[in-house]
């Protein structure tokens, strides 16, 4: 199955520090193309676990005895890992969002590119979809999706447009979604705006934020001392969300301080903020908005 090249391999791969005895997890397995490449630097003592919910990934296993691939959602990494007898890992490597071939595929309906049924389900197996979101949501529910994670601000007038609508007949593709909401798509920006409302129903949809803060919860518990993260993102929500685990080991506001004014924290970061070239936007354009973190257990 046709997958694009993983973004800023080298940089998220390198980042890892890799111990080549060492046991890694990627987190967001898809095309397998950053787990190949931590195979590559791993011994035959090392060991590779990877995760994805997605059934398309599955077919994308790779054949080494060095590699277990786990059919869920990371969400339950610290579950299944234990279930392999696995406690604790020396990096964990993370490409949030969604993937190139997810994109790709018109009938999974995650791109403004196609018409399509309204899923995005990153679980087909999944019951709620953007059919659901977009048909079943009461008005105060769809407008805080649109505003919380599309950051849109036409998002209560969006809401009542859709909610009017409704009332004739159920929006089951991509297409009458567009014309429904079309008064707030200017032309010049429609595909901006598009965007950023399937964005806003791709996150409700997969619980992006939710899955998200419960897996950083377990990350420092997961790594030994001096173990990596290394994480992609590609939308300022994710991003601030590990920005601020890296730095304070919580989601809002700051860690308790002691009498000195210090305050302990799991991790630290490792260098700065890593974004791709432009000679690597130019080649693969999904890295355009991929911003990569990495982080040591202390």
């Known amino acids: 199955m046709e997958y694009h090249n993983p973004v800023l391999l080298e940089e998220t791969v390198g980042g890892l520090n890799i111990n080549p005895d060492g046991v890694y997890v990627d987190v967001t397995f898809g095309g397998g193309g950053h787990s190949k490449e931590i195979l590559k630097r791993l011994s035959d003592k090392g060991r590779l676990f990877a995760f994805d919910q997605d059934l398309d990934a599955l077919e994308n296993a790779l054949d080494d005895s060095r590699f277990t691939l786990i059919h869920e959602n990371f969400r ?76 849109l601000r036409a998002a209560p007038g969006m809401a009542k447009l859709i909610i009017e609508y409704r009332k004739t007949e159920p929006i089951i593709r991509s297409e009458q979604l567009k014309t429904v909401l079309k008064k707030f798509l200017p032309p010049r920006h429609e595909n901006k705006v598009l965007a950023q409302i399937y964005q806003a129903i791709r996150i409700e949809v997969n619980q992006e934020i939710e899955v998200l803060k419960e897996f950083l919860q377990q990350t420092p518990e997961l790594l030994n001392k001096g173990g990596r993260l290394s994480f992609i993102s590609y939308h300022s929500l994710e991003d601030r969300l590990v920005k601020r685990f890296i730095r304070n080991g919580m989601f809002e506001g700051e860690p308790e301080r002691d009498m000195y004014g210090n305050f302990e924290v799991p991790l630290k970061k490792v260098n700065g903020l890593i974004v791709p070239s432009a000679e690597e936007i130019k080649t693969n354009n999904r890295a355009r908005s991929a911003k990569l973190r990495v982080a040591e257990k202390l």
């Not at 579950?79 to 604790?88: D, P, S, Y």
């Not at 490597?93 to 309204?118: I, N």
Request: glycine residues 6%.
């Open 76 to 151: 339950y990494v610290k579950r299944f890992l234990r279930f392999h007898g696995v406690k604790q890992v020396d990096g964990i490597l993370a490409d949030f969002g969604v993937s190139s071939h997810q994109f790709d595929v018109a009938e999974r309906g995650f791109s403004t590119r196609f018409e399509a049924e309204l899923d995005m389900r990153m679980n087909q197996q999944n019951k709620l979809s953007a059919f659901h979101v977009v048909n079943e949501y009461d008005e105060e529910q769809l407008k805080q999706v649109f505003l919380q994670y599309g950051e």
